[in-house]
C-alpha cells in the first residue's frame, strides 16, 4: 500500500468535484477519460452517489494502484462503468469522450527522484497538468495546486482556447509528499519566482472545469488568478 496515492483530503475533494461539475451534468451518451486513477476511490464514491449511466476509461500507470482499483470495482459491481488501463493516456490511442477528468500529479522538484516519482508534475509542478489541456478534450476538470505555477495552466488553457467555467478551492496543509524536504525546498525556490504561491503551511488546491471556448460564455479566469496568488 506505502506505493500507492494515499491523501484521503485530496481524494475527497477530487471526488466532490467530479461528482459536482461531471457526473450530475452528464447525459447517458457522455464517456469520460480519467488520468491517474489511483486506488479508484474518487471515481467510485461519486459514481455511487449519482446516476450517471455512460463510461469511464481510465488510466493508471501504477500497476498496485491499478490491481486496487480493479478489486474495488468488481466490489462495487462497477465493471461495466468504470474500466482501468494499466498505461499512460499520453502514450494511447486516446478514447473519444466529453470530458477528461484528473488530480494529475503535480510535485515539483528537480527531477524525479523524490518519495513517489509517479507524483512528480515537472520542474515546475504544471507539465502533466498543461499537457492534459493540449489533448483537445472539449471539457477538462483538473485539480490546480497554487505551488505548481498555476498562472502557466490558465495560459495554457487560454491558449488551447478553454475558459473557465466553474472553480472551488481547498486550503491544504502540506501533507506527506508536499512536505519532503527535496520538494519543499524547490517550491521554496519556486516560490521566490513567483510560480508558486502557499504560506509555510498551507497551499490551495482548486477543482477547475476548463471549457473550449463559445461565445457570450462567462470566463472566470481572473477569478481564479486573484484567489490562487493571494498566500
Ligand atoms: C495525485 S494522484 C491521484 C490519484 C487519484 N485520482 C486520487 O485523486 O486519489 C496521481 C495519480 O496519477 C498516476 N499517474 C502518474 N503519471 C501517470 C501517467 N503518465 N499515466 C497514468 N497515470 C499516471 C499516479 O500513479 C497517481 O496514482
Redesign the pocket.
Known sequence: MKDI?FCPE??NF?SNCLETFVLKNCSHSDSIVE?????G??MINSLLKTKFDAVIHG????TS?WKLANSKIDEYNLAHKYKIYNS???NSSKPQAEYLVA???YLPASDPDIYMP??FGGVDGAT?TNNLLSLGYKNVLLLVSSFSNPISTIKRAEEKNYFVQKFMVLPLRFGYYSSEPKVKKHIESLRKKKMAFCSTNYYFLAGVLFKKCQESAINLSNELVKVMTSL
Request: net charge negative.
Open positions: 496515492f485530496e481524494s477530487y488520468f491517474g486513477s489511483g486506488d476511490s474518487p488510466f493508471e500507470l501504477n494502484a499512460c493516456l499520453f488530480n494529475p500529479p509517479l507524483l502533466v
